[in-house]
């Protein structure tokens, strides 16, 4: 969906095609104004606020790479599309090292640019929204190992070594990856992010190294893969233990040569990056079956940092409930000002299998539904308080669980009931625990769940 409030500043030197340029963008339902050179521009940032720069490379003196290197230092929030000419690839590529987010050839169909800003307006959403995983109170904690973490990664952060974040899915390996980044040399560069899990062999390949113009069926143009792109910055891989063995030995070369080939080409192509790996995965244990590289593991293990569990920290739920509720209640506009005994003894007493991520999804849950100014009983569905009943059951009998065991049956008996509540749609479920699909499966396997 088109965001209706994303304003564009074209940069064009010839009037007629920045005129039509800007009445196609405002038949779209963006907001335009337009100038004819650097100069202008600069003085159109001074007086107005703009979401993306759409800039002609080839400008008299100054050029759009000089327009987008001064927009990097002192409007870093910009965006920025480079309009090229005919044989202007390579002054493409330097663009998108230098900070610009794609770039569209002049003379090229205009539906291409307003896919490119469709994808910018999606991307600059997905960015509001997960800015709320690492906002201040999520880097904060009461608990004494996370807070060690922190002490850990202040000292890493200033060096290039690499790290492995391993932990649960939902406890925030991205916020601490993200961290990492924030607090390096590398700040001001890029910070990209890919889930290794989302994509097949193929596409995986195709995503981190690129590929060229021919290099396949649908190849139509060259595509620059996130370890270009994220040149002299820090690349993110996360579920890394998912990726096949194929491209783990592209992936182990890269890391010992920090040279890349994109798909299609034998062309060498230096790079300079940071990599942080995470996994929700024993790696180890992949090792020895054989589905992970010992050797790949070594090299992306050379500082290993585990992420506890949500239920392992409970003196920071009350704070994450209070940052979550906060940012709830106005993106709803609602009146809340805290919860009843009830929801608190919820908090407080539940396991969060899903950790952080799903506490976040059982608060936003919460807020939507309120009809009060307080989150009562009344708006958790009935299976999110059968888990009381659940334990006060196992509470009669304690003497007969180990810590493991209890929570094992508690999680058991959680999931049993999202099931027959959700008739067994494996997404639901796992989209209400906030962990993926797999790790569903992979729950309902080890618990011994029959649905």
Do not use: W
Not at 31 to 50: F, G, M, N, Y
Not at 203 to 211: A, D, R
Not at 369 to 378: V, W
């Amino acid at each position: 969906m088109i965001n209706k409030k994303l304003s564009v500043l074209i940069v064009d030197d010839e009037e007629e095609y920045q005129t039509v340029l800007s009445l196609i963008l405002k038949r779209e339902g963006y907001q335009t104004i337009c100038a004819s050179s650097v100069e202008q521009a600069i003085d159109k940032l001074s007086q107005r606020q703009v979401d993306v720069i759409v800039s002609d490379l080839i400008m008299g003196e100054k050029s759009g790479l000089d327009l987008l290197k001064m927009v990097h230092r002192h409007y870093p929030a910009i965006e920025f599309i480079l309009i090229t000419g005919y044989g202007s690839y390579a002054t493409a590529v330097e663009a998108i090292k230098e900070g610009a987010f794609s770039y569209f050839a002049k003379g090229s169909d205009p539906d291409e640019l307003i896919r490119e800003l469709e994808k910018l307006s999606d991307l600059k959403a997905i960015k509001k929204d997960q800015s709320l995983l690492t906002e201040g109170p999520l880097l904060r904690s009461n608990n004494r190992t996370i807070q060690e973490i922190f002490k850990t990664l202040d000292k890493i952060s200033q060096t290039d070594i690499t790290v492995l974040l391993s932990g649960e899915s939902g406890v925030g390996k991205e916020i601490f990856a993200r961290y990492i980044h924030d607090h390096s040399q590398r700040s001001n560069k890029r910070y990209v992010s890919v889930n290794c899990s989302s994509l097949s062999k193929n596409l995986l390949e195709s995503e981190l190294f690129g590929y060229e113009k021919g290099a396949f069926t649908g190849a139509d143009d060259t595509y620059i893969g996130r370890f270009e792109y994220a040149d002299n910055g820090t690349l993110f891989l996360d579920e890394i233990g998912e990726i096949d063995l194929e491209t783990q030995v592209k992936l182990l070369r890269v890391l010992e040569t920090q040279v890349i080939e994109r798909v299609g080409s034998k062309i060498p192509i230096k790079l300079n990056n940071r990599l942080v790996s995470a996994t929700n995965k024993d790696l180890s244990n992949e090792i020895k079956n054989k589905h992970f590289r010992e050797d790949l593991y070594y090299r992306l293990n050379a500082i290993s940092i585990e992420i506890p569990p949500l239920r392992r920290r409970r003196e920071d739920i009350s704070m994450f409930v209070d940052h979550f509720v906060n940012h709830f209640k106005h993106k709803y506009n609602k009146q809340i000002t805290g919860a009843d005994n009830q929801v608190t003894l919820f908090f407080n007493t539940y396991d969060f299998p899903g950790n952080i991520r799903e506490l976040r999804n059982v608060v936003e849950r919460l807020v939507v539904l309120s009809e009060s100014d307080k989150l009562s009983e009344k708006d958790l569905p009935s299976f999110d308080f059968s888990l009381q009943e659940t334990n006060s059951e196992l509470s009669v009998s304690t003497t007969e669980y180990t810590l493991k065991t209890l929570r094992q049956e508690v999680e058991k008996k959680y999931i049993i009931k999202l099931l027959e509540t959700y008739n067994g749609d494996l997404t639901k479920v796992s989209t209400h625990l906030g962990i993926t699909r797999r790790h569903l499966l992979n729950l309902v396997k080890d618990l011994a769940i029959k649905y």
